[in-house]
């Protein structure tokens, strides 16, 4: 198969910055609950910070190797560079336009006050002074710049000040130059006594604080200016994992590195001097187009907290509680009810709870013998690693396959592995240069004499919080051939040996790539023979050029083809006589929409296959994936039904993909507004 010219690609870093500014027009949206709308300001900054650390490292670390190799759509690591910078540096300069226009301004008309210090009345100044010796000065460690204190070592995303200063301290010093390093320990904004504030919510920047009380930890000199900075650095983790002996103590000792990698972006105060700028670029060995003037606080992301300080209903959206199968609400024996047949999970609006009944029970269980569960993201506190550290200790075979390079998430998962390791449990930690996506657990019981297989298989993480933020589906199933494949997928990331074909999952890296590819080609065969053809298609991001090359040959042929991809998608839509047949669209709204959804309409004889895999190069060769059929027909509809058909009707939250890459707003117009995710909570969920 021809892969696509680059000019019928977009770029990939680029196409990631287009799902940022998505993010924040959801703070922009004034239908949007206006703590609501802080709180998409935030995730905007810490996706941002995301895209920093890893793809702008990425970008970095090519430039400086000198690397000619082009990007699928044909721009060098270089040319990637300086349109990221671009488009990057007009998308923070937008959003502390409406943190300080918008959003400031109207959380005061609702009675919650951010206090700069040039509005602080004398009772407020007086608490903050109070406030600085009693909660800051003991902690603060001013730095000197000289000879014998050269500029410290700044961790990842930590907040500093850089301060000027004139006269000579205590020993004749007069470098000009400190830096304050506040400790991760302090609060980033602190609330007021409503009596000193003057109202319910007031609220002071930790920033402001010390930037009015500086002068006191430098007695004798006079501070010219403080300003406050945060570096953001490289924190891709590089072990090579077919060199180390042991993949746990190797990351043990790589992760404190992470806070020290190379710096790739340095944000200052918008009052910071030029001078001072081009100092600390110096010292964290950056250029000018590293640099981001922040008007507001450097970290924003930290204000991602006011929200729940807030008591305020009216400003946030509703509060539901997810719903759950009428199946399990009564009865506590879930393995009954999956022995009746499949059980369907949409979350969040229905609950996560059977998935941890469903572990919990299993743990609980005499019968149940052995059982085998994937962790990528997982958290601090899973009440699923709990139940199975019990399930080890009361003598089951527990295997558990955790997968300590899921980014972000290798500390919790290294702390879970050597707790399951202590109790017995087997922890296996997948194989040489695959992660371990897929989203699997199998419990195995003697029932009758004889071992019957119960699996749940998902699009989503086991994590509980998350599962109220994140769509996805999940599947309980006592199928025979279905929990079979799932058990030799379980020994072939455990054990040695050859893939055996699987009967029912689509695997990678060994299927799933050529069966979508397959799936597709079928449709373009339909369509040329005039059979029923159409693809829908749902995921996070599409980038692989051959099924994009694939998907261009089916719209040539006639195939409706639609795409809903919430971020990243490398294919062009609707350009005549290649695409012309394919729409693509983005869904962003209250919860981020994590589900993947195979859709295809074969000739009449539909086929639903759901995954934990997006159409990307990484999950189809350098993952272990699977993708699961739905196959009672009941469960096939709910899946298109809600799953897919709310999202291509939705035209409040939807996005609409133009053919240069840019998206386009869908609005109701003449229509009647419709909403997927606040329809499927009406339809699901139970409203508070």
């Not at 900054?45 to 793809?55: A, I, M, Q, T």
């Not at 702008?56 to 190799?69: D, N, P, W």
């Not at 700044?154 to 130059?177: C, I, P, Q, T, Y």
């Not at 699961?628 to 039904?641: E, W």
């Amino acid at each position: 198969m021809n892969l696509p010219s680059p000019d019928t690609l977009i770029n990939r870093e680029l196409g990631i910055l287009e799902f940022q500014r998505r993010v924040l027009a959801q703070a922009d949206d004034p239908d949007m609950p206006l703590l609501e709308r802080l709180k998409f300001l935030c995730i905007f900054s810490s996706n941002l910070d995301e895209f920093f650390e890893v793809r702008v490292a990425g970008l970095k670390e090519q430039i400086r190797a000198h690397t000619a190799q082009r990007s699928p759509d044909g721009m060098t690591p270089g040319q990637q560079y300086r349109a990221v910078s671009e488009t990057a540096h007009a998308l923070v300069a937008r959003q502390y336009e409406l943190f300080n226009k918008e959003i400031i301004p109207e959380l005061a008309t609702h009675g919650i006050h951010f206090f700069r210090r040039t509005q602080w009345n004398e009772t407020q100044t007086a608490w903050i002074r109070d406030y600085f010796f009693r909660e800051l000065m003991p902690v603060l460690t001013p730095i000197g710049l000289d000879p014998s204190h050269p500029f410290p070592r700044v961790l990842n995303k930590s907040l500093n000040f850089a301060v000027e200063l004139s006269g000579r301290d205590a020993f004749g010093r007069n470098s000009g130059a400190a830096v304050v390093q506040a400790p991760r320990s302090l609060p980033r904004v602190i609330r007021m006594p409503a009596d000193i504030a003057g109202c319910e919510y007031g609220f002071v920047f930790l920033s402001s604080i010390l930037h009015a009380h500086v002068g006191e930890l430098f007695a004798g000199m006079t501070v010219e200016g403080c300003y406050q900075f945060r570096a953001t650095r490289n924190s891709d983790l590089f072990v090579d994992d077919e060199e180390t002996k042991n993949l746990r103590q190797a990351l043990q000792g790589e992760l404190p590195q992470r806070n020290f990698g190379a710096a790739v972006r340095l944000e200052v105060a918008d009052n910071c001097s030029a001078s001072m700028a081009a100092f600390l670029l110096e010292q964290f060995e950056l250029d000018a187009d590293d640099l981001y003037q922040a008007h507001g606080p450097v970290n924003l992301v930290r204000l991602m907290q006011v929200p729940d300080w807030v008591d305020r209903p009216d400003l946030k959206f509703p509060p539901f509680v997810p719903a759950l199968p009428a199946r399990l609400a009564k009865n506590e024996d879930i393995f009954a009810q999956i022995r009746k047949g499949d059980i369907l999970l949409h979350h969040p609006f229905e609950s996560f709870q059977p998935v941890t009944d469903f572990i919990e029970q299993a743990a609980a269980d005499p019968n149940v013998v052995a059982m085998r569960q994937t962790v990528y993201r997982t958290g601090t506190d899973s009440k699923l690693m709990q139940a199975l550290i019990r399930a080890a200790l009361s003598g089951k075979e527990v295997t558990v396959v955790v997968e300590l390079m899921a980014r972000f998430d290798e500390e919790a998962n290294i702390n879970w592995a050597a707790k399951l390791e202590e109790v017995g449990a087997h922890v296996i930690y997948g194989v040489v240069g695959h992660k371990t996506h897929a989203k699997l657990a199998l419990v195995i019981r003697r029932e009758e004499g004889v071992l019957r297989r119960y699996a749940h298989l998902g699009t989503g993480n086991y994590h509980a919080r998350t599962a109220r933020l994140y769509t996805d589906f999940g599947l309980l199933t006592a199928d025979e051939t279905m929990t079979a494949d799932v058990g030799s997928l379980f020994t072939q990331i455990t054990g040695l040996g050859k893939a055996g074909k699987l009967k029912r999952l689509w695997q990678a890296p060994f299927t799933l790539h050529s069966e979508v590819i397959a799936a597709i080609n079928r449709e373009t065969a339909h369509a040329a023979t005039g059979k029923p053809a159409a693809i829908v298609a749902k995921m996070n991001a599409l980038l692989e050029p051959q099924v994009i090359a694939a998907l261009y040959a089916a719209s040539q042929a006639g195939v409706k083809i639609h795409l809903i991809i919430r971020g990243v998608c490398a294919l062009r839509p609707g350009i005549p006589g290649l695409s012309e047949h394919i729409r693509v669209r983005s869904i962003v709204g209250r919860f981020l929409e994590h589900t993947r959804i195979f859709y295809f309409k074969n000739g009449g004889d539909e086929q639903v296959y759901l995954s934990s895999a997006d159409w990307m190069d990484r999950n189809f060769f350098r993952r272990i994936e699977t993708g699961f059929p739905v196959l009672n027909p009941k469960l096939k509809k709910r899946v298109i039904n809600e799953g897919l058909k709310p999202y291509l009707r939705d035209n409040v939250q939807a996005w609409e993909m133009l053919s240069d890459g840019s998206y386009r707003r869908r609005s109701p117009r003449r229509a009647q507004p419709y909403n997927a995710q606040v329809e499927l909570l009406a339809l699901l969920a139970k409203q508070k």
